[in-house]
Antibody, heavy 115, light 106 residues
């Protein structure tokens, strides 16, 4: 079964760091474009970052310099390292496969940035 | 950054009726537009990619059309499970989503 499972969310203080993981099954992460998308009640869906099959990475301006996307081919897992977290980073974070469009979504993991 | 505008914000219809949702881009996205459905507590689900292609397993009552800056998602006859929020998304980096159209029961 093709599936994505995110872990690593939680409550973190402003300025802190957190790493999200996304384990894939049924397909190979490094052969696909993979993105992180977040969702907040106030701002709807927001694309965060992408890693292409060739390894190139891109970020939304709102997270550039603070977030890093990466993958571990041996574990077939995607990561999002988040640092210097702000209250406005509070959201549900989804890992998604980009194959023509965002065709496979994980269940999401909640990140709450609050003191 | 390409801005997507969706209308209406809310569409109140009855089962069996036809739903027509609009998405407008601030500049041309060619045919690189997708539509997603989201129900409460669930992740979005891909319905349509490249403006008019149904994703795997999507019923034929869902159809997409348009190119350039104006796009439409049509649900030919609403089923009870179709009441949800629908988002459009363009695929030029940085990828952006529209604010959504909520289809609710009249």
């Amino acid at each position: 079964e093709v599936q994505l499972v995110e872990t690593g969310g939680g409550l973190i203080q402003p300025g802190g760091s957190l790493r999200l993981s996304c384990a894939a099954s049924g397909f190979t992460v490094n052969s696909n474009y993979m993105s992180w998308v977040r969702q907040t009640p106030g701002k709807g869906l927001e694309w965060v970052s992408v890693i292409y099959s060739g390894g190139a990475t891109y970020y939304a301006d709102s997270v550039k310099g603070r977030f890093t996307i990466s993958r571990d081919n041996s574990k077939n897992t995607l990561y999002l390292q988040m640092s210097s977290l702000r209250a406005e980073d509070t959201a549900v974070y989804y890992c998604v496969r980009d194959y023509f469009a965002f065709d496979i979504w994980g269940q999401g993991t909640m990140v709450t940035v609050s003191s | 950054e390409i801005v997507l505008t969706q209308s209406p914000a809310t569409l109140s219809l009855s089962p069996g009726e036809r739903a027509t949702l609009s998405c407008r881009a601030s500049q041309s996205v060619s045919s690189y537009l997708a539509w997603y459905q989201q129900k409460p507590g669930q992740a979005p689900r891909l319905l349509i990619y490249d403006a008019s292609n149904r994703a795997t397993g999507i019923p034929v009552r869902f159809s997409g059309s348009g190119s350039g800056t104006d796009f439409t998602l049509t649900i030919s006859s609403l089923e009870p499970e179709d009441f949800a929020v629908y988002y459009c998304q363009q695929r030029s980096n940085p990828f952006t989503f529209g604010p959504g159209t909520k289809v609710d029961i009249k």
